[in-house]
């Protein structure tokens, strides 16, 4: 049971983010820009980012929502696994490497950030913009976890639910659905996603 | 010195925010909305959770920055909220902030630290769903400010003055762009 009183069809996030619109709403801005806006990253790419960060916070929503919408941006489900294991052995290129390793810093505190690390990413190939918008996504993911976890929503075990999420987080992005939410609601008090 | 080159030299949080205009708008959005709302807890009380939140983190600039806002508010009471910052539960607060500071400390942590009987606590002392969520959000909004600051090793001034003269600006005119596009306050 949540702490505070949730729509019941609204499990994770969403259903906080519909508690309170107008904090919702710059929450929302902020992740469309760095998760789906003009980068030189791909969404794939970033989706890692926020699954990394979400898999060490142990936040269970955030970390299977956003292995979904990985999957669906990177057509296989094999990176993501690999990542949330062992970040160095990953197929992934050598600069999401050690960016990847940067927001893994960033998770346990700001600064835990070691000019090495920064280096790194530099020696890579990795741009001043990368690196801020890893630092920035990962910063936003220790928001997200926090505030899905410290008001304890309700967390779907049907791994249905988060294809379906994946899928919303594909098309939709991050922006509040056009219609709202009500079409989510079921007779039965299943869980829809989309 | 800054980990990329923000090609400004802007204190803390605002040479980032310059660097990427475009995400700090939300990011100032977000800030007007949580520690300035007038409905439930005061932005005094607000900033209070966002200073002590930012202690934990070890986050000097905006520790020093968010306790010199609160104290815009508490008539210069610079005291009490240094108190806050390390001795909450021996400050002369009320018992409702007390335990909603104690709900941001669990945050810091983890959102997983957060205690039913914590929640419990807070509702005897008075305190409101919607004030439960504000200061959750709150704590974990402070999660990210502080990780992009430090993450990135923004300028952090050892003038302490300055920052008086920011928390002022602040009060007064709230968070938002104008904090890094208009001319930096002057101490006095």
Redesign the interface.
Known sequence: MS???LEQHLPGITG?LE??K??G???R??TQ??LR?ESTLTAGERELIATVVSSR???RFCTAAHTAAANILLENTDTVEAVKQDIDTAPVSDKLKTLLH?AA??QI???A?T?EA?TAAKQAGAT??E???T??I???F???????????TMTPTDPAFYEGLGQRLKQHGYNRLPQGYDHLKTKDNTLKSI | MPHINLDNDLPGIRGLLSFRPETAGPMGQLANILLRDDEGISRAERELIATHVSYLNDCFYCHTSHGATACQYLNGDKALVDQVRKDYRNAPISEKLKSLITIAASVQKSGKAVTPGQIDDARRHGASDREIHDTVLIAAAFCMFNRYVDGLAAKTPMDLASYDARGRQIAEKGYGNHIFSTPQPVSI
Do not use: F, Q, T, W
């Open positions: 702490y505070i009183p906080l508690y309170r107008d904090s709403a710059p929450i801005e902020l820009i760095l806006g916070n142990e936040c940067i810093l960033v505190s700001g600064k950030v000019a920064i001043d913009r690196i801020h918008d630092v920035l990962a910063a936003l220790c928001l997200y976890n926090r505030y899905v976890d410290g008001l304890a």
